[in-house]
């Protein structure tokens, strides 16, 4: 599978491929670079190498790549107070040029997934309990 624009597979020396691992990794930091993402929402695996003491750079994102073209979606936590649409559509732009710059691939799409609100220690409101069950 080839991975990179035209122009760039081939050079005197040989083919150039990019894994789609890399492509994972450049949109998880384009994506932590935006002011207002809390953190990377990934799956159960990548809690579990959390735990493990490793660095997931690619957590939280899924890509789909062609010979030219790449697809990702990523998904985060976005901080209480911030406005969403706002950062989605940053996160998106930032995506696209990072990658677009990196590789030479045409990103046709960037889906921004939020799967959760963080709130600052404080930030949180409390509920009241006005109902008490147990004595």
């Known amino acids: 599978m080839e991975t990179i624009a035209p122009d760039y597979e081939r050079t005197d020396m040989g083919t150039i491929e990019i894994a789609p691992e890399v492509i994972e990794v450049i949109a998880g930091l384009a994506t932590v670079e935006i002011e207002g993402v809390a953190g990377m929402s990934g799956g159960i695996s990548a809690g579990i190498a959390e735990l493990l003491g490793r660095k997931n750079l690619s957590k939280g994102v899924k890509v789909e790549v062609g010979q030219r ?10 901080q209480y107070g911030r406005r969403i649409p706002e950062i989605s559509t940053e996160i998106q732009r930032n995506v696209k040029r990072s990658i677009e710059t990196m590789t030479g691939l045409n990103v046709v799409e960037v889906n921004v997934h939020i799967h959760d609100v963080h709130f600052k220690t404080g930030d949180k409101p409390e509920e009241e309990d006005t109902h008490v069950r147990v004595r």
């Open 69 to 78: 073209e790449a697809a990702v979606d990523v998904s985060i936590i976005v």
